[in-house]
């Protein structure tokens, strides 16, 4: 490509290493899973005479990247079961909160009308100088408010009180219990994606220490090359350089300039 009287030559290379950049190891799954795959692919393609990463490390990484991407995969799985499943769960519960806390709210204007005696509010664990209506925003306090009317209001009316209507205890129970079943279905499901992110995070150390080994082979089998090639050539098998913040020579490329005469 001419520009002007420059011609910049298609390739790039490294400018002015003066000292051995930072080499950092990966910090996230897909990372791994990457430079495992990088090493694998590259290792793969070397001469059986002289191979620059271990056959035994290579077997090492192959048979580990099977195991950690089917771990990643069944992770993977279980979160978004949990998450499609959450939609559903935070309208359920969000029914089930309005329904507990409308009969609370009648029960009190009943007390108020007196149609119903204040002490009668204790058989729901209310008390009965209060109009308060119980804090019902956390899952634990829905279902033991839920169970609490719910018990309260057949305990009233076995004794002979009028049932509460709009809404009936029935009604009430019927979303309790649609909520309680969604709840524990939750609960298997995000006990599931913990079991899962268990099982992937024990075996994050152990492929940063494949990785890690293969990334000390490679820089030893390149340790006597010039500083600029031998970065090259370790970042074929997937190694990553960095420079800390305030360094003076920052790793960057920068295309070759040759003058052309007319």
Not at 109 to 134: F, G, Q, W
Not at 221 to 227: G, I, S
Request: charged residues 25%; aromatic residues 10%.
């Amino acid at each position: 490509v001419y520009v002007g009287k420059v011609k910049y030559n298609h390739y790039f290379a490294y400018h002015n290493y003066k000292s051995m950049p930072y080499r950092r190891l990966p910090n996230t799954d897909a990372t791994r899973v990457k430079a495992l795959h990088t090493a694998i692919s590259r290792g793969d393609l070397d001469s059986f005479t002289s191979p620059v990463i271990s056959f035994k490390s290579l077997n090492d990484a192959k048979a580990f990247i099977v195991q950690f991407e089917k771990a990643l995969s069944e992770y993977k799985a279980a979160l978004t079961k949990q998450s499609a499943s959450n939609k559903d769960y935070q309208s359920t519960m969000r029914m089930a909160r309005l329904y507990v806390s409308h009969f609370i709210q009648v029960l009190g204007m009943c007390v108020l009308r007196k149609e119903i005696n204040a002490d009668k509010k204790e058989l729901y664990h209310l008390d009965p100088e209060s109009s308060t209506v119980p804090d019902l925003s956390s899952e634990a306090a829905l279902l033991e408010w839920g169970n609490n009317v719910i018990s309260g209001e057949r305990a009233r009316t076995s004794k002979g009180g009028m049932p509460i209507y709009n809404p009936t205890i029935a009604k009430v129970q019927v979303y309790v219990d649609i909520f309680k079943e969604a709840y524990n279905n939750q609960k298997v499901l995000q006990h599931n994606t913990v079991r899962a992110l268990k099982a992937l995070s024990n075996l994050r150390g152990q492929g940063d220490s494949i990785i890690l080994d293969i990334w000390n082979q490679v820089e030893a089998h390149y340790a006597d090359l010039p500083l600029s090639e031998k970065v090259a050539k370790c970042q074929e098998y997937g190694l990553r350089y960095y420079y800390r913040r305030g360094e003076e020579n920052k790793e960057k490329l920068e295309l070759i300039e040759e003058e052309v005469t007319d």
